[in-house]
């Protein structure tokens, strides 16, 4: 039973980090983009190409995939975001990040190939057991980010700006914020957490191009779990989302998992719409 | 996907001119009455998540079409191949097997590759009257009343599941015996469906799991069936991760228990996902006697034949995929020349009447035979279990008997 909830551990790790993207990427544009599944794919397979493919230390393959995926974000933010909210207020970005997601998919695909591939080992350890590096480095890096941005968006003055425009994006602009500035600094921060954390979780998901959907939908579940905003909203969303999935498959057989994590967030949907952690907007009337 | 399409296009064109200018030099004998060319359609999942054995099919089909148009196409007839590449998506294949049926007005459609494209695209074919050349594994997808045109030239799931419980139960004597599945379409019928062969054989299924081909951890399955007193494993599925994630498991665990089941096991792709090399040990993938080595470390002389003839367009070094793949599409071409040839058309009747009467036709993938109530092309004979681990040139040896 240990390695059933530490598998749903683990897996809620990921699901909590692609939520965290999630409201990375909403906070200063309310934009939910498709692209956040896809974010965590890229951290493993580049992350997978530059130590086992390029020869790159770990340490500098990590940094690598790191600067890969801030730069993904800003490309996600220049191409699929900023030129559609620019011209309509409609909520056409969820057609311009889904093409965007797939852009991402086939260039994966055809570059890297259509096979999951072996992740390197990032630290000399024996294979298997509880304590295996597999598991713990997603849950660590997920735990790790989740602090660093409660306190990058409490203490610094970038995440009080991107509190700012999240809260009013009129009233940022009026105050001289550059709005889009801080757009693009956020899908890159959002970029930046994907890659991480789909490195950290590399040795479990193998470096796989067709995570991207399974993720993007699962890290969605979390965060209406969790409530959009909230990054202990994500955490816990995605660890009890992690753990009903371990649970369902142990008890009930692989054929259910899926319905039974969708099938939550239809129950959460009607019983609480804001999620756990999320707070009922009020409207002036 | 439009460049692989015109990738496609360029080479028959390029193919079917080769063929005019040989054609002086075939003997009129061989030619027949008409030059028109024999229109072969596609369709490869070149892209998507299915993609890998398609490429290793779409090499084999394009050196035959390669091969016979050099030598004159058929009869005189060369050979068109109008190749389009369906992304691993049924809807997508359903699209083009249409499109290639009514408005490409070919003559044969092959493939799609894989059994959940082929369930949507068999019925469309057989409604448009054109042979269909299937190369997917489930049962479902030959019916000679239903599908009277639709011939089968790869081994079914069936045949595939039998010589996995023949090797596990017959020749390890393993009685209690674990069967896992992916939650997948094929997954689930293949092991429901190796339950009761199983069962059938006198064995006892002491555990049954499907598993999502992308669960990241096993060790609560794998657990469940040592713990339920599994003497061997039986796995149906055709996603390398998973096979992976199982043999890691297994090895992690230290249960030395055989794992037994689809070709997958054997892939040159689990090898680099495994956490150790011995985790591949003790690991019999099902394959096909024609890709075997003898106990003279030889090949069949036709498989050698085609893999030197091959070779040079694959890189020229050793080939890292499955080689049956290629021989199977390469066989495709051979089968559709054999029926135009011996038929001396393409008119529909006429082919399926060539083909309900081809007996041990030989190919390089198998000795194929249809008959009026069989077309399920590949016999029993074919079929062999191979060590996992001995991957060799796209080929494996023969496990011990």
Redesign the interface.
């Known amino acids: 039973m240990l390695?059933?909830i530490l598998?749903g551990i683990?897996?809620g790790a990921?699901y909590s980090s692609v939520a965290m993207v999630y409201n990375l990427t909403y906070a200063t544009s309310r934009v939910l983009s498709i692209t956040a599944g896809f974010t965590f794919m890229i951290g493993g397979v580049l992350g997978a190409y530059f130590i086992d493919i390029a020869k790159l230390q770990p340490i500098v393959g990590f940094l690598a995939t790191l600067v890969a995926g801030a730069l993904l974000g800003l490309a996600i933010e220049f191409v699929a975001v900023r030129r559609v909210l620019e011209r309509s207020d409609q909520h056409l970005w969820l057609l311009s990040t889904l093409a965007f997601s797939t852009i991402i998919q086939?260039v994966v695909?055809?570059t890297w190939?259509?096979?999951?591939?072996?992740f390197p080992r990032l630290f000399k350890q024996d294979?298997?057991?509880l304590l295996?590096q597999k598991?713990w480095l997603p849950i660590g890096a997920v735990l790790l980010v989740a602090a660093m941005l409660e306190l990058f968006l409490r203490r610094t003055i970038i995440g009080k700006l991107f509190v700012a425009v999240s809260d009013d994006t009129q009233a940022a602009v009026a105050r001289g914020i550059p709005v889009n500035a801080v757009r693009a600094a956020s899908y890159a921060l959002a970029g930046t957490v994907g890659s991480l954390t789909g490195f950290a979780a590399g040795q479990?998901?193998?470096a796989?191009f067709?995570?991207g959907f399974?993720l993007t939908l699962n890290g969605f579940i979390a965060l209406a779990i969790g409530g959009l905003g909230s990054t202990a909203g994500a955490l816990t969303g995605g660890l009890l989302l992690g753990l009903l999935t371990?649970f369902a498959?142990?008890f009930f057989?692989?054929?259910f998992?899926?319905s039974i994590s969708t099938g939550l967030l239809i129950i959460l949907l009607l019983a609480r719409p804001q999620g756990l952690f999320g707070v009922r907007a009020a409207r002036m009337v | 996907m439009k460049d692989i399409d015109r990738k496609g296009l360029t080479i028959s064109r390029r193919a079917v001119t080769a063929a005019a200018f040989a054609m002086p030099f075939v003997p009129a004998k061989g030619r027949a009455a008409s030059a028109e060319p024999v229109k072969i359609g596609w369709l490869p999942s070149l892209t998507g998540a299915l993609a890998t054995a398609a490429i290793g099919f779409d090499h084999g089909v394009r050196f035959g079409v390669e091969e016979a148009n050099k030598a004159g196409g058929i009869d005189g007839r060369p050979i068109e191949l109008v190749s389009r590449d369906t992304g691993s998506d049924p809807t997508n294949a359903v699209n083009l097997a249409q499109q290639l049926v009514f408005t490409g007005k070919v003559n044969f459609v092959a493939g799609p590759v894989n059994s959940g494209e082929s369930l949507a695209t068999v019925p469309i074919i057989a409604r448009a009257h054109i042979p269909n050349l299937v190369t997917g594994a489930v049962e479902e997808l030959i019916d000679p009343v239903k599908y009277p045109l639709a011939f089968r030239v790869v081994n079914t799931t069936t045949q595939w599941i039998s010589v996995a419980n023949d090797y596990g139960i017959k020749q390890l004597g393993k009685h209690k015996i674990a069967i896992v599945g992916d939650t997948t379409g094929y997954g689930t019928s293949s092991a429901k469906r190796a339950v009761e062969m199983v069962k059938a054989m006198g064995a006892e299924v002491v555990y049954t799991v499907l598993i999502d081909p992308n669960k990241t951890d096993l060790t609560d399955e794998i657990s469940k069936a040592r713990d339920a007193g599994s003497e061997a494993v039986m796995v149906w599925t055709a996603a390398s991760g998973l096979a992976a994630r199982l043999l890691n498991t297994r090895g992690d665990l230290g249960w030395n228990v055989p794992i037994i089941g689809h070709p997958v096991l054997g892939a040159p792709s689990i090898q680099q996902l495994l956490n150790k090399p011995s985790y591949w040990d003790n690991t019999i993938t099902i394959g096909y006697q024609s890709m075997s080595f003898g106990p003279d470390g030889k090949l069949p002389e036709h498989t050698q034949k085609l893999i030197d003839a091959i070779r040079p367009q694959l890189g020229s070094g050793p080939i890292q995929f499955n080689f049956w793949w290629i021989a199977l599409g390469y066989d495709v071409v051979q089968v559709i020349s054999h029926a135009v040839r011996t038929a001396k058309s393409t008119d529909p009747a006429d082919i399926r009447k060539v083909l309900n009467n081809t007996k041990d036709f030989p190919g390089v993938f198998a000795q194929y035979t249809w008959t009026e109530t069989n077309h399920n092309g590949v016999p029993d004979s074919s079929m062999a279990a191979n060590l996992a681990n001995s991957f060799k040139d796209g080929c494996y040896k023969l496990a011990p008997r």
């Open positions: 390695s059933v598998s683990a897996l990921i086939q695909a055809l190939g259509t096979e999951p591939r072996r294979f298997g057991g295996d598991y479990l998901t193998f796989y067709a995570l399974m371990a498959t142990h057989g692989g054929a998992q899926n």
